[in-house]
């Protein structure tokens, strides 16, 4: 057992009785496709027990500054963080950045050349749609979204308003999906690409969710490979609330690959128990917690 181990840092934290540090590392506010502002995140952070709350929106850091100001009155310690879409062999693939510098350059850029692309890309999603005979999707859309930016949730919201599906999850699975007429994702940047930012602004780069990608073992551990290859850092071995048997695969994919591990609940509305903020469990022991590369 080393120093760096979670079983090492467990043992010492039971054996002294100090509460461990409760963190959620992927958690999206208003500034993107969750329900919440950004205060209102951070409040119900605080309410949920989190100590340390990483903001990840989709591609923005509009939500940092406000959560940091809401943050700094309440006792709870916001990491500025992003999610960036990208395409891997066809495949789009989500890389969460932790503990960047949100003004450096490289995110500033980065942010406009991704607001540019979820443009292009309801545009082409509007085309598709007006194919299949529905109208007026990319004009509701945007008014959905307002001041967040664009998505697809926000084309799945106008499909439910007008009567085309009855749930927004039934949006995704006929029309929005992988492999639907709204699964455009020719606008991405290249792995490569997006993990460059990150590190340039400071930041560790980790690989979203990787059991959502629906991957074979083997082509889980190409795409590991070229992430690591790439730059990148950790991999997030807790996504939510999942089965054990996904964690403790995740987490031998991350030993394997000698790659930090992360966790967050990919908390977007309240009360949703499987992305409900702080509401997953721990990292295997065998895992290095992300957080040891800020302490
Ligand atoms: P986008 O970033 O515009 O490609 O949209 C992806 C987002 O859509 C994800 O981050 C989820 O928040 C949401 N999403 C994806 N699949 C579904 C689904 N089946 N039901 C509801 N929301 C979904
Ligand atoms: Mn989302
Ligand atoms: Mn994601
Ligand atoms: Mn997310």
Redesign the pocket.
Known sequence: MLPGDNKYYLLNACLLGVRLLRYDLHT?STAS?GILSPENLVSRAKDHGIDKLAITD?DTVAGIAPALCAASVQKIDVIAGIEF?TCWKGR?IHVVGLNIDHNHTAIVSAVKRQTAA?HERAVRIDQRLQKLGIQGALASALALAGDSVI???HF?QFLVQAGYVKT??AA??QYL?AGKAGDIKQVWPELDEVVAWICAAGGVAVLAHPGKYKLTRTKLCRLTEAFKDHGGKALEVISGRQDARVTQGLGEVAAQFGLYASCGSDF?IPDQPWQELGAFGTLPPSCIPVWDLWS
Request: net charge positive; charged share 25%.
């Open positions: 999206h496709d989709h879409s789009t979820r998505g697809r949730p799945a927004v999850n995704f699975k999906g977007h």
